[in-house]
């Protein structure tokens, strides 16, 4: 154990290089100044019209960028710098996890820098996302298991906060469910494991979780069950293709996202896992079951490479408890891994574009393109906005937010296929010219709804592989 002086240097080690990596991440985020990705402006676009629900996403991530727009502002910058900022936040939670379990501040300092410079997470301080949320309530919910376990009688405050942290963790993300899915696992595979969830206490910590979540699923019902009908369409079980390519490279996103090194540490500590103590029993499932469930689901349909990461922080807490305390030089392996991987990410994002490989140039257009759209709009009169396309829909309630217009997203077959087509209709643009903004051209549809239909600009925009082509039409006297 470190004397207290070592101690207490650790400690100022991690404050001041946690912060430090946070600062630089929020100042890369304005340096940079990347347009929204068209998800990002649609999350922003929920934070503007507050509700229960939406169509893709529970509603958690709309209130925290509210939260954050109101200090700051609706700048691109400003709605990023929560992801950082809850990164930090989740870093802090796995620092004091891992001292709970070692009451080591060195494996504690460890432990949060393996999360803080986690190569996936380096990448989503760029974006903002339901998973940065996801991953804070998830650490959360690591900390108050453990809390739980080391405490000598039930505490009815921990439970209490666990049920409230899984309901806030569900309300980020429905993937939650995959660390529930872990400890019923655990409960059937480790007998020690049962003896600690067969607790009465967890039903308070489930009946307070209820309670929370009870207004999206009211949302649900009242909305056709879209959130979770949409969670399940995109596992695409109904167009089942086995390949076991995807399943394999869907592995290997795992380990890039997690650290390649220190995720093949712990597959292979797999082999000793009934030699475990039960919280690293309990961490380590929580941690692999949700990669195998989705890379089950990658062989047999799809799944994207973030789907599984609701149990990286538990992997973070169990990992510095796993390695021996004489063997330092892998500790220094793991993080020589983690920073290196994390450099590549920032050094990609500012270089890349100089050889045309620019990794975010699919949304470099959106920029020029509300820049033309606004000026055919300040141009006209009795005009309204509408697009075929949620993605071009999005980007353009975020770019031109400051235009006071109708706007609606076309849907010819009527059915609900996105959020827009849920709160927006075509049909009350009645009366109004209308601006058509389409990567084609109108349909027939659209030809008998408008008196006339005239073709005014074309934009187009060269990616890294391909060319993308917006058309812009004005449709007269819409009906």
Known sequence: MLNPLKAFSYLNYFIFFSFTITFLRIILNVKINLPLHFDEAQYWDWSQNLDWGYFSKPPLLAFLIRMITELCGNGESCIRSLSPVLHFSTSIIIFYSVYLLTMSIKKAFFGSFLYLLMPGISFSSFLVST????????????LFIIKIFNSQRNNFLFFVLLGIFFALGFLSKYAIFYLLLSFFFSIVVDKECRYFFLNKSFLLSIYISIILILPNLIWNYNNEFATLSHTASNANLSHININIIQGIIFLLSQSIIFGVVPFLY???????????????KIFFITFILPIFMVCFLAIFSRANAN???VGFPFACVILPTLINNKKSFINYMFLLNQIIFSSIIIVSVFFLPIFKLDPFANIK???????????????????????????DYAHLLYYLRNLNIKKAKWN??????????LIT?????KGYDILFITRTKPTPAMERK?????????FYFKTNKRKKIFNIYILKNWQ
């Open 425 to 429: 209709d075509h049909n009350d643009l």
């Open 131 to 142: 998973d940065v949320p996801l991953l804070f309530f998830s650490s959360l919910i690591a």
């Open 365 to 391: 257009h959106i920029k020029p393109l509300s820049k033309i759209i606004k000026n055919e709009i300040s141009n006209r009169e009795n005009i309204a906005l509408m697009t075929d396309d949620r993605e």
């Open 412 to 421: 010819g077959d009527m059915k609900i296929d996105d959020h827009y087509e």
């Open 266 to 280: 712990l597959s292979k500590k797999a082999f000793y896992f009934f030699g475990f103590s039960t919280i690293q």
């Open 307 to 309: 789907w599984a990461v």
């Open 450 to 458: 408008a008196s006339s239909i005239k073709k005014v600009n074309n």
